[in-house]
């Protein structure tokens, strides 16, 4: 089945710096890869996705990139803000829907 | 619009009882929904696969017998935890599919149980 790996596990950034989250699967059936922002004791939220005929793609201050040969792909977040303090999970998808979750990324940005 | 609910969103329960956990895709229907269960600081493990009519794809590892998924119809799903154990506690989140073989998911809000 799919793995998928995501690093760091943690990251605390200034407020304003950029922050990068990294991620990695192992299906090179998967075809969507969505990103997704919890926070504590709530639903994840999706905040960038990207299909795999795209290699990148952009919302404002986070993009997303992604490189199917290597099956990595990465999320950006610029000019980062208090309120980006989450924790951020990638996913990896195939047509049939079944979504495997990186270990989740805790992100900390101090004001 | 995609807007996906769960109820209860908090339950407590003594050991032995069985709890069921309803996720209903409010403005749209879901030929598939899926369950999940995350523990604290951890990630979202995928349980089952549901599919309105046929019976539900388990994960490796989930006991079927123990997590009663039933999609009775396509705005409806339930998961029933039987038997349940403190080391049930946990948040379940259901999600949905908008249209099959589209690969993104709405999520519902989370059930939080609590297994005395």
């Known amino acids: 089945g799919e793995n998928v790996e995501q690093h760091p596990s943690t990251l605390s950034v200034q407020e304003g710096d950029s922050a990068v989250i990294k991620c990695t699967y192992s299906?090179?059936?998967?075809?969507?890869f969505p990103w997704y922002k919890q926070e504590l004791g709530k639903r994840p939220q999706l905040i960038i996705d990207i299909r795999s005929n795209v290699g990148e793609k952009k919302d404002q201050r986070i993009a997303v990139t992604l490189n199917k040969t290597a099956k990595h792909f990465s999320l950006h977040i610029t000019e980062t803000q208090p309120e980006d303090s989450a924790v951020y999970f990638c996913a990896a998808s195939t047509n049939a829907g079944k979504s495997t979750f990186g270990d989740g990324t805790t992100l900390t940005v101090k004001p | 619009g995609a807007v996906v609910s769960q109820h209860p969103s908090r339950v407590i329960c003594k050991s032995g009882t069985s709890v069921k956990i309803e996720c209903r895709s409010l403005?749209?229907?879901?030929?598939?929904m899926f369950w999940y269960r995350q523990f604290p600081k951890q990630s979202l493990m995928l349980m089952a696969t549901s599919n309105e009519g046929s019976k539900a794809t388990y994960e490796q590892g989930v006991e079927k017998d123990k997590f009663l998924i039933n999609h009775a119809s396509l705005t409806l799903s339930t998961l029933t935890v039987t038997s349940a154990h403190p080391e049930d506690s946990s948040f379940y989140i259901c999600s949905a599919s908008l249209l099959a073989g589209v690969a993104e998911q709405f999520f519902g809000p989370g059930t939080r149980l609590t297994v005395l």
């Open positions: 299906d090179s059936a998967s075809n969507y």
């Open positions: 403005d749209f229907q879901a030929t598939t």
